[in-house]
């Protein structure tokens, strides 16, 4: 079964602490992203992949980091200066940077 | 400033009549259009897309009309199911790009 997984599903943590989410395609897309979604706001591109060991920033950067070591795994972690960290965060991935991008089922990070 | 924009936060219909959702876009660079459609704590999911050669591209129940003359495009629905309910985004790209643009998209409720 191809597709992108996201865990976990919700994720809680104090505030002021680092955390990983996890997102794995086995699509052997080459592009991958990490978008927030936050109520009325759409989705707004954190940071994208074209390709291994490379990485871009998207429009809301500040406080993420992510790594690229491997085509199938994207993992993003917010910081402790993501000053609003609470919210609804998908991992997609693309053939190719200008296609269709597939979506994972999206991880739902509160920040206590 | 927004890019790519959805300025009805939502729309209504009835079962069996037509829905029809906007997206207009200011980048005259933008070539390729997709609309998805996203069910509440889910991924989105790819519906349509368009490119720029394109004025319309059908599929099944889903017509996306492109204009670009007025940098507008439209997503039909016809017949609209109630499991059409969802939130629908539209994204754009180009071909130079390296990633997509989402709108904030537009809650569709389609009642029986």
């Known amino acids: 079964d191809g597709g992108i997984t996201q865990s976990p599903k919700y994720l809680f943590r104090k505030e002021g602490q680092n955390v990983t989410l996890s997102c794995e395609q086995n699509?052997?897309?080459?592009?991958m992203y990490w978008y927030r979604q936050d109520p009325g706001q759409g989705l707004r591109l954190i940071y994208y992949s074209q390709i291994v060991n490379d990485f871009q920033k998207g429009d809301i950067a500040e406080g993420y980091s992510v790594s690229r070591e491997k085509k199938e795994s994207f993992p993003l972690t917010v910081t402790s200066a993501q000053k609003n960290p609470t919210a609804f965060y998908l991992c997609?991935?693309?053939?190719?940077?200008?296609?269709?991008?597939?979506f994972g089922p999206g991880t739902r990070l509160t920040v206590l | 400033d927004q890019q790519v924009k959805q300025n009805s936060p939502s729309l209504s219909v009835q079962e069996g009549r037509i829905s029809i959702l906007n997206c207009d876009y200011t980048?005259?660079?933008?070539?390729?259009f997709l609309w998805y459609k996203k069910y509440p704590a889910e991924g989105p999911t790819f519906l349509i897309s368009?490119?720029?050669?394109?004025d319309k591209n059908e599929d099944g129940r889903f017509t996306v009309f492109l204009n670009k003359s007025a940098k507008h495009l439209s997503l039909h629905i016809v017949p609209s199911q109630p499991g059409d309910s969802a939130v629908y985004f539209c994204?754009?790209?180009?071909?130079?790009?390296?990633?997509?643009?989402f709108g904030k998209g537009t809650t569709l409720s389609v009642s029986s």
């Open positions: 368009i490119s720029s050669i394109k």
């Open positions: 699509l052997n897309h080459d592009a």
């Open positions: 980048n005259s660079m933008f070539d390729y």
């Open positions: 997609a991935s693309s053939i190719a940077a200008l296609s269709e991008q597939f």
């Open positions: 994204a754009a790209g180009n071909q130079a790009g390296t990633a997509l643009i």
